[in-house]
Protein backbone atom coordinates (compact mmCIF):
# COMPACT_ATOMS: atom_id res chain seq x y z
CA UNK A 1 0.00 0.00 0.00
CA UNK A 2 1.42 3.40 -0.90
CA UNK A 3 1.88 5.63 1.92
CA UNK A 4 3.59 8.42 0.49
CA UNK A 5 1.79 11.36 1.80
CA UNK A 6 2.40 15.15 -0.10
CA UNK A 7 2.80 17.91 2.27
CA UNK A 8 1.85 20.83 0.81
CA UNK A 9 2.93 23.59 2.80
CA UNK A 10 1.78 27.99 3.15
CA UNK A 11 4.45 30.36 4.45
CA UNK A 12 6.89 27.25 5.26
CA UNK A 13 4.68 25.57 7.58
CA UNK A 14 2.54 22.22 7.02
CA UNK A 15 -0.82 22.98 6.21
CA UNK A 16 -1.98 19.93 4.42
CA UNK A 17 -1.15 16.38 3.50
CA UNK A 18 -2.58 14.86 0.50
CA UNK A 19 -2.83 10.68 0.85
CA UNK A 20 -3.37 7.91 -1.66
CA UNK A 21 -7.16 7.20 -1.29
CA UNK A 22 -6.54 3.72 -0.63
CA UNK A 23 -4.61 4.73 2.43
CA UNK A 24 -6.89 7.40 3.29
CA UNK A 25 -9.46 4.50 3.20
CA UNK A 26 -7.15 2.15 5.39
CA UNK A 27 -6.74 5.07 8.23
CA UNK A 28 -10.70 5.56 8.22
CA UNK A 29 -11.04 2.03 9.19
CA UNK A 30 -8.15 2.09 11.76
CA UNK A 31 -10.03 4.72 13.17
CA UNK A 32 -13.82 3.76 13.22
CA UNK A 33 -12.13 0.27 14.67
CA UNK A 34 -10.33 2.16 17.44
CA UNK A 35 -14.27 4.10 18.02
CA UNK A 36 -15.81 0.73 18.45
CA UNK A 37 -13.02 -0.36 20.74
CA UNK A 38 -13.15 2.62 23.13
CA UNK A 39 -17.19 2.42 22.74
CA UNK A 40 -16.89 -1.25 23.91
CA UNK A 41 -14.15 -0.59 26.73
CA UNK A 42 -16.79 1.73 28.29
CA UNK A 43 -19.70 -0.28 28.27
CA UNK A 44 -17.58 -2.54 30.17
CA UNK A 45 -16.72 -0.12 32.22
CA UNK A 46 -20.42 1.45 32.99
CA UNK A 47 -21.46 -2.99 33.94
CA UNK A 48 -18.38 -3.47 36.36
CA UNK A 49 -19.83 -0.39 37.78
CA UNK A 50 -22.97 -1.12 38.30
CA UNK A 51 -23.83 1.60 35.91
CA UNK A 52 -25.73 -0.17 33.22
CA UNK A 53 -26.66 -4.16 33.22
CA UNK A 54 -27.18 -6.99 30.62
CA UNK A 55 -30.10 -8.17 29.89
CA UNK A 56 -31.25 -11.43 28.59
CA UNK A 57 -32.36 -11.94 24.79
CA UNK A 58 -35.55 -13.36 25.99
CA UNK A 59 -36.36 -9.78 27.70
CA UNK A 60 -34.92 -8.20 24.13
CA UNK A 61 -36.97 -10.62 22.40
CA UNK A 62 -40.05 -9.66 23.86
CA UNK A 63 -39.78 -5.77 23.56
CA UNK A 64 -38.30 -6.19 19.97
CA UNK A 65 -41.61 -8.13 19.37
CA UNK A 66 -43.94 -5.48 20.43
CA UNK A 67 -45.08 -6.80 24.08
CA UNK A 68 -45.67 -4.06 26.43
CA UNK A 69 -42.92 -2.83 28.00
CA UNK A 70 -43.99 -2.31 31.36
CA UNK A 71 -44.92 -5.98 31.75
CA UNK A 72 -41.61 -7.43 30.30
CA UNK A 73 -39.67 -5.33 32.37
CA UNK A 74 -42.16 -6.34 35.51
CA UNK A 75 -41.54 -9.57 34.87
CA UNK A 76 -38.08 -9.12 34.52
CA UNK A 77 -37.47 -7.42 37.94
CA UNK A 78 -39.62 -10.41 39.70
CA UNK A 79 -42.66 -8.55 40.10
CA UNK A 80 -46.35 -9.16 40.04
CA UNK A 81 -49.01 -6.41 39.02
CA UNK A 82 -49.83 -5.76 42.41
CA UNK A 83 -46.89 -4.99 44.00
CA UNK A 84 -45.87 -2.91 41.16
CA UNK A 85 -49.28 -1.51 42.07
CA UNK A 86 -48.24 -0.67 45.57
CA UNK A 87 -44.81 0.47 44.80
CA UNK A 88 -46.57 3.11 43.01
CA UNK A 89 -49.33 3.79 44.60
CA UNK A 90 -51.82 2.37 42.00
CA UNK A 91 -53.89 -1.11 42.22
CA UNK A 92 -53.27 -4.17 40.66
CA UNK A 93 -56.21 -3.12 37.94
CA UNK A 94 -54.65 -0.06 36.75
CA UNK A 95 -51.05 -1.87 36.18
CA UNK A 96 -53.24 -4.37 34.20
CA UNK A 97 -55.03 -1.91 32.46
CA UNK A 98 -51.82 -0.09 31.35
CA UNK A 99 -50.44 -3.56 29.84
CA UNK A 100 -53.38 -4.33 27.94
CA UNK A 101 -53.26 -0.70 26.43
CA UNK A 102 -57.05 0.19 27.34
CA UNK A 103 -55.58 3.15 29.42
CA UNK A 104 -52.75 5.26 29.62
CA UNK A 105 -50.88 6.42 32.40
CA UNK A 106 -49.47 10.18 33.38
CA UNK A 107 -46.05 11.18 33.21
CA UNK A 108 -45.61 11.00 37.10
CA UNK A 109 -47.20 7.16 37.26
CA UNK A 110 -44.40 6.23 33.95
CA UNK A 111 -41.45 8.04 35.87
CA UNK A 112 -42.30 6.01 39.32
CA UNK A 113 -42.82 2.84 37.33
CA UNK A 114 -39.56 3.55 35.28
CA UNK A 115 -38.00 4.42 39.04
CA UNK A 116 -39.16 1.09 40.47
CA UNK A 117 -38.33 -1.18 37.37
CA UNK A 118 -34.63 0.55 37.09
CA UNK A 119 -35.53 1.78 33.76
CA UNK A 120 -35.49 5.07 31.53
CA UNK A 121 -39.23 6.32 31.54
CA UNK A 122 -38.43 6.11 27.39
CA UNK A 123 -38.13 2.21 27.89
CA UNK A 124 -41.63 1.98 29.10
CA UNK A 125 -43.28 4.12 26.71
CA UNK A 126 -44.81 2.27 23.93
CA UNK A 127 -45.00 3.56 20.34
CA UNK A 128 -47.46 3.24 17.97
CA UNK A 129 -46.56 2.49 14.51
CA UNK A 130 -50.26 2.70 13.18
CA UNK A 131 -50.68 6.20 10.57
Known sequence: ???????????????????????????LELAEDAED?????????ELMAGDDELIPA??????VDGENPIKVWRKFRGLSQMELGEAIGKKQGYIAQLEAGKRSGSIEVYRAMAAVLRVEI????????DS
Open 1 to 27: MNTQAQIIERDGKPEYAVLPYDFYRHL
Open 37 to 45: IAAADAAKR
Open 58 to 63: EVADAL
Open 122 to 129: DDLIVVST
